[in-house]
């Protein structure tokens, strides 16, 4: 059986964080290694080199005493460069949706999200997905622009790369994409990898990011 998913949450309601640690439990894949309140506190604790585990993700909340989600994910980013982290938050701002994911977010789910919707995206988050929530997948998509003429867009993503890019931006797994398009998941992989490889990121939230920056998305018909 294969290592289970470790997760540090960073939230300062301690009884959501007990509605987290309680749905966590009943997952045979996922362990919470670690809570804490602020972020200074938890910014500290990977500081002690006597850790034990250290956490594969880490669910951040963005309003926190002290030092914000916002502002302190860098700080996580750096002390944990192999990690993931995924918002979970109540503000569905446009701001900080957009600002979260420039600073290198893997994912950003509300806590209105069923506890179910959270552990799936804790696991398509570690598997490459881009674990948007619905409505902020709608934001991120509906507020694209037009920037290049169509001959330089596809000079930097093919049509099936764009095609596949904006599938993930409507919170799409490679396995969905797939099936929609008529493809095999190892051809969806593959085009991703080039994708990443081509807008030099390496998650499908910062893809989209980068994609809206770069005006690579036509207006809708």
């Known amino acids: 059986m294969s290592r289970k998913i470790r997760v540090m949450l960073v939230e300062d309601n301690p009884e959501y964080r007990e509605v987290i640690d309680l749905a966590l439990e009943d997952e045979i894949d996922i362990e919470l290694i670690s809570q804490f309140g602020t972020s200074e506190i938890a910014l500290r604790s990977l500081q002690d080199m006597s850790m034990r585990k250290v956490p594969d993700l880490v669910l951040l909340d963005l309003r926190l005493p002290g030092m914000d989600g916002l502002d302190s994910l860098p700080y996580f980013k750096s002390a944990l460069p192999d990690a993931k982290i995924m918002i979970?938050?109540?503000s569905d701002e446009e701001a900080d949706v957009l600002r979260a994911i420039s600073r290198g977010a893997s994912g950003y789910l509300l806590k209105s999200s069923t506890l179910a919707q959270i552990t799936e995206g804790i696991r398509s988050t570690m598997d490459?997905?881009?674990?948007?929530?619905?409505?902020?997948?709608?934001?991120i998509l509906d507020t694209l622009q037009t920037r290049l003429p169509k001959g330089e867009m596809e000079q930097i993503l093919t049509p099936r790369e764009l095609e596949i890019l904006t599938l993930l931006g409507e919170g799409f797994v490679k396995k969905e994409i797939a099936d929609q398009l008529g493809i095999s998941y190892t051809t969806v992989d593959?085009?991703?990898?080039?994708i990443y490889d081509k807008l030099g990121v390496r998650n499908a939230p910062s893809a989209i990011n980068k994609a809206h920056r770069l005006g690579l998305f036509p207006l809708d018909e």
């Open 88 to 90: 979970l938050t109540q």
């Open 128 to 139: 490459g997905g881009a674990s948007l929530d619905t409505g902020v997948a709608r934001f």
């Open 190 to 194: 593959t085009h991703v990898t080039h």
